[in-house]
């Protein structure tokens, strides 16, 4: 009777999880990460600037960093 009641347990709790991350990936193939959502929130309340010009900035600014690290090399 105990291994039963394990088992039904298990399920009930396999299925919650399923649930909760077909709600949390929202039907993506992936869900997103914690970073990845923190980016898209704050991109969100980013009213200054569009996306094109922070991607932009992101861009050149790996564009600096690879170049510091060629000359350190």
Do not use: A, C
């Not at 309340?45 to 991607?55: D, G, V, Y």
Request: hydrophobic fraction near 25%.
């Amino acid at each position: 009777m105990e291994y039963e009641e394990i088992e039904k347990l298990s399920l009930e709790e396999s299925k919650r999880q399923t649930k909760e991350r077909r709600e949390e990936g929202l039907n993506m193939i992936r869900p997103f990460t914690f970073d990845e959502k923190k980016m898209l929130w704050d991109g969100l309340r980013e009213k200054e600037k569009t996306t094109s010009e922070l991607l932009m900035e992101g861009f050149k600014e790996e564009q600096i960093l690879r170049e510091l690290e060629e000359e350190n090399d």
